[in-house]
Structures are given as C-alpha cells and as structure tokens.
C-alpha cells in the first residue's frame, strides 16, 4: 500500500544468524505494527509501537525483539534465526491504537530459515 | 477480550450479493467490529467498520445486530477479484491490538 513499504520483500538466511526486517511509513502515524501470518493460524501479533520508544509485546513475541527510534520507522530483529520463524511477516500501521481507525497494512516480507 | 467466530468458507455466484457472517457475542460496549480482506498473499485490506450502526462505503455494508451479538459484511454484487479471505475482528478495549482468526475464504464463482 502507498506509504508504507516493508523490505527486504524476501529473504532465506541460515539458523542461527541475526535478521532486520524493516517497516517504513510516510503517513506519520503513531500506531505500527508487526504481524506473522503462517497456514492455519490467521495472523499473530508479535510486537507493536505507539509512539517513538514505546513499543509492547504481542501474542507471539518469544525470540523476536523491535525498535523504533524514529516516528517512520520499525524495526523487527530476530536475533538468532530458527526454522519455525520461517513465515510470512506484514507490518501495519494506524493513526489510532484503538476504536475508530483501520489498519493500513504492507505487502510482507517471506522469510526462510534453513 | 472478544472473539469472533465465522464460517471457514464460502461460495457465491457472481454478480450475486456475498452475505459473510460473524459472531461476537462476548463484545463489549466500547469495541468495534472491523472487517478486512486478503487476496492470496497481499497485506489484508481494510474494508470497513462500525460500533452500533449499519455503515456502507464503496466496498461494503456492514449490518451490525442492535445487541451487537453478530455482524453481517454485504458485498452487494460480487466480483470473482473479491474471492478472498475476509476477517472479521473486535477491537480490544484499552490496548492496541487487534486480534485475527482464521476468517472466512470466500469464493466467487462465474
């Protein structure tokens, strides 16, 4: 979607090295999220911000750490790869956390593990 | 936390109107229904929403029962690029998460 772009849009790394993956907005929404969609399971939360500095754990956080040091950006680091972080991940994000607003979502990123 | 629960799948002819249902009875006053869609392996889409009353844009309509129990999101004339999956969500109250499910793959068929 125009105004958020995730890169890499693919990506295969070996177990057990560091990946960033990172979510980019132009919106200057306060709201960012990180999802992982895998078959059978829908999407699940693993991190999300609100605001520059605050970020909090969602459903599936184990193994993964984020960062946001500016309002545009992101940043979701699994800091030693494992094969079941094989999936597909989206950011989102939102000019509310809650209520009123939707999210806009970006077109993923596939990551493999091997 | 409310939860939502709706069909795996569906099928609808073409040109016909996609009548997808959601249940949420354990929604609270302040949530807000949300219903998005993914086509194969984009990023969902946000289609619509609404608290209380029936809400239509230029993709949908959304017909919310008056105890807020389920919902109903119209596609009024279904196009075979609809063919979808379609999540219905709540929204949490007093955090900033939604939570998916696993939604309801609709097919269009000519």
């Known amino acids: 979607d125009a105004g958020i772009t995730q890169s890499p849009r693919h990506k295969v790394t070996e177990t057990g090295t560091p990946v960033t993956l990172r979510c980019h907005q132009t919106?200057?929404?306060?709201?960012m999220y990180w999802y992982r969609q895998d078959p059978g399971h829908g999407l699940r939360l693993i991190h999300y911000?609100?605001?520059?500095?605050?970020?909090d754990k969602g459903e599936v956080s184990d193994g993964y750490s984020v960062s946001r040091s500016k309002t545009e950006d992101f940043l979701l680091t699994l800091e030693s790869a494992t094969s079941s972080q094989t999936s597909v991940y989206f950011c989102?994000?939102?000019?509310?956390?809650?209520?009123?607003?939707?999210?806009?979502f970006g077109s993923g990123t596939r990551l493999t593990v091997v | 936390d409310a939860k939502t629960t709706q069909p795996p799948s569906m099928d609808c002819a073409e040109g016909r109107a996609a009548n997808l249902p959601c249940n949420h009875s354990?929604?609270?006053?302040?949530?807000?229904v949300y219903w998005y869609r993914q086509i194969h392996s984009q990023g969902p889409q946000y289609i619509i929403h609404?608290?209380?009353n029936n809400e239509t844009n230029e993709m949908a309509s959304l017909i919310i029962t008056e105890d807020r129990k389920s919902s109903t999101l119209i596609l009024p004339h279904a196009t075979l690029r609809d063919t979808a999956v379609y999540y219905c969500?709540?929204?949490?109250?007093?955090?900033?998460?939604?939570?998916f499910g696993t939604g309801t793959r609709l097919k269009v068929l000519a």
């Open positions: 919106e200057n929404h306060r709201y």
């Open positions: 354990t929604i609270s006053g302040n949530e807000y």
């Open positions: 969500i709540v929204s949490i109250s007093g955090t900033y998460k939604y939570i």
């Open positions: 911000s609100y605001g520059v500095k605050d970020t």
């Open positions: 989102a994000i939102s000019e509310s956390g809650q209520g009123n607003y939707g999210y806009t």
């Open positions: 609404g608290l209380k």
